[in-house]
C-alpha cells in the first residue's frame, strides 16, 4: 500500500484479535451503619417545625421539615405536622436500626410537643429531653435619651 501524498510504501499493521473483557464487577452501594442510639433536634418555631437525627458524633442521617412534607402557610407549625415528619424522618432512617433517642428541643412553636409525643407512638424509645431554647437576659443596650 503506498501513502498517496509521498508515495511511499507503507507496511500496514497486522490486526490483533481484541478480546472481549468482563466489565469490572461494580461496589456495592454504600452500606448503611447501624445507629441503635441517635440524638433528635427539633427545632420549632413560630412559621415552621424542623427535625434532624444524628449519630452520637454529629453526623446527619436524615432530616425533614414540614414544609419538605407539604405543609404550606400557618399549618407548617401545627402538632400534626410535627408529627408528619417525625414519621417520615423514620421512614428514612427505617434501615439504621434506631431505637433510642435523646431529644435536643429548640423554640417555641407548638410543633415541640407533637414532635416529642410522635417518637413515643411510633415505638421509639426516648432516654432524654433536653430544652436548649436561647433565654435573652437583659438583651440590648437601650438607645440614648434625645437631647430637646
Not at 427545632?43 to 458524633?57: E, F, G, K, R, V
Not at 407548617?76 to 408529627?83: L, V, W
Request: proline letters at 5%; aromatic letters at 4%.
Amino acid at each position: 500500500m503506498t501513502d498517496q501524498n509521498t508515495n511511499v510504501a507503507v507496511a500496514e499493521a497486522p490486526v490483533a484479535e481484541t478480546k472481549k473483557v468482563a466489565p469490572k464487577s461494580r461496589k456495592k452501594g454504600k452500606q448503611s451503619k447501624q445507629v441503635p442510639h441517635a440524638r433528635v433536634y427539633i427545632q420549632a418555631t413560630y412559621n415552621n417545625t424542623l427535625i434532624s437525627i444524628t449519630d452520637l458524633n454529629g453526623n446527619v442521617l436524615a432530616w425533614s421539615s414540614a414544609g419538605h412534607c407539604g405543609f404550606k402557610g400557618p399549618k407548617k407549625a401545627t402538632p400534626y405536622a410535627a408529627s408528619v415528619v417525625v414519621k417520615s424522618l423514620l421512614e428514612k432512617v427505617s434501615q439504621v436500626g434506631l431505637k433510642d433517642v435523646s431529644i435536643l428541643v429548640k423554640g417555641v412553636g407548638q410543633g415541640r410537643e407533637g414532635a416529642i409525643r410522635a417518637f413515643n407512638t411510633n415505638n421509639i424509645n426516648v432516654v432524654t429531653i433536653k430544652d436548649l431554647t436561647p433565654i435573652p437576659h437583659n438583651g440590648c443596650r437601650r438607645p440614648r435619651a434625645r437631647k430637646l
